[in-house]
């Protein structure tokens, strides 16, 4: 268990599945299974134990993270308008007047959500604007185009208008639209899943843990420089009405929360560097990330002090939150959720995945040989609530309504 993580399910590896077929062969021939799995229950039992001192400020934590790496924000944004969606499918009002309807009050809540999340999408591109000018990347900048080109902004803005029509119909499939494209501009952000290294049986291995009192003091400093994203964007926002030596004043005091955090980040580094299994490959991952995000953070705390909370500084804070949270993709077997471990992430929680990894070792199985997808007919999707007419009846019906229509 490392420094949480957000992991997407695993895409255009044509060799997964192929991957995966000797897993079980590959089990069945390790010796030592069972007494690894006897002391990996035993550690992860003492983590259980050491994780419930921190369990409940945890939670408030992770909560926070929705507005942390851009996957995030574009996956949160995603569930939202998803959200709106469905409480507009709700209203029964569809094809009547504005004039005629009672639904006034919950149109205008919606059409409220509808323009937090305009703003947000605004703020998202601008950060990704700032962001790819300081780190340019391929899939960040084809990303970026794609929301240019689109007009994101102006489309939700007239969604705004449209739900303040009436127009529930066209509202609920604009608002689907949407919820769809943000979801994909996520998951185009990241890599694909690269293939395995050469020689890497798939068996099962030992994997060191972070100490939990490690993985919380990473949270707090993530949580920290999320609100100092914040502060920041609202020092810059109200530029314009401070005097100069207000503006130095208030862009000080966020140059020294930033030099508070990176030493707090480097103390951090310093911890895992003690560990006894520091010189294990997950160990030293775990610590160029902290590492590195600690120069980072120099890097902002210097732009903040010159002073300056444009751009520049909204990019150098949220690449060192994209380095601590950063994103991986797992392949896809049925025991990999996906989605990360802290909200946000499209999926079940990594963190409880990992808590959990040596419990699962315990009776796992592989049904892919005798695995099949059953043919069947589709059958009526939508209607449902009525009979379900014979097919010679539903053809019957069709012509009429062709005729009806002038389609014959």
């Not at 992991?7 to 255009?12: R, V």
């Not at 919950?106 to 323009?115: I, M, P, Q």
């Not at 993709?329 to 049925?334: D, F, G, L, V």
């Not at 892919?368 to 449902?384: C, D, L, M, N, Y």
Request: net charge negative.
């Amino acid at each position: 268990m490392g420094i949480p993580q957000t992991t997407l399910k695993g895409s255009n590896s044509e060799n997964q599945a192929q991957d995966q077929e000797p897993q079980q062969e590959q089990e069945d021939a390790t010796p030592q299974a069972d007494e690894l799995v006897d002391d990996a229950i035993e550690v992860q039992e003492e983590l259980l134990d050491d994780f419930a001192k921190y369990s409940d400020e945890i939670k408030k934590l992770l909560v926070a993270f929705e507005n942390s790496t851009f996957v995030k924000r574009l996956k949160a944004a995603s569930r939202k308008q998803i959200e709106i969606a469905v409480d507009l499918n709700k209203l029964e009002t569809f094809g009547l007047a504005k004039g005629a309807t009672d639904n006034e009050v919950v149109r205008e809540r919606l059409a409220s959500l509808e323009d937090a999340e305009l703003k947000k999408v605004s703020t998202l591109m601008q950060d990704m604007s700032a962001y790819t000018d300081r780190r340019p990347n391929e899939n960040y900048l084809r990303v970026l185009s794609e929301m240019e080109d689109s007009s994101i902004s102006k489309q939700i803005s007239e969604l705004v208008k449209s739900i303040n029509r009436n127009f529930i119909g066209q509202s609920t499939i604009e608002a689907e639209y949407w919820a769809d494209t943000l979801d994909r501009w996520a998951e185009q952000l990241v890599d694909p899943l690269p293939p395995p290294p050469p020689g890497e049986d798939g068996g099962i291995k030992e994997v060191p843990n972070l100490p939990p009192e490690i993985i919380v003091r990473v949270l707090r400093v993530i949580n920290r420089e999320i609100k100092l994203r914040e502060e920041t964007r609202e020092v810059e926002q109200a530029r314009k009405a401070l005097n100069d030596d207000k503006y130095y004043e208030r862009s000080e005091a966020l140059s020294d929360t930033q030099y508070d955090l990176a030493e707090e980040t480097r103390e951090i580094a310093g911890e895992i560097r003690l560990l006894p299994e520091a010189n294990t490959m997950f160990i030293q991952q775990e610590l160029a990330k902290v590492a590195r995000a600690a120069e980072v953070m120099d890097e902002a705390e210097t732009i903040l002090a010159r002073p300056e909370t444009g751009n520049e500084a909204i990019a150098a804070i949220t690449e060192a939150i994209e380095i601590l949270l950063a994103v991986k993709r797992e392949p896809n077997t049925p025991s990999s959720g996906g989605g990360g471990n802290t909200p946000g992430g499209g999926g079940s929680a990594k963190g409880l995945a990992s808590i959990l990894s040596a419990l699962r070792l315990k009776g796992m199985g592989d049904d892919s040989g005798t695995a099949f997808i059953e043919k069947r007919s589709p059958k009526q999707a939508t209607g449902k609530t009525g009979r379900v007419l014979p097919e010679e009846f539903r053809q019957g019906l069709d012509a009429y309504f062709n005729v009806l229509e002038g389609r014959q």
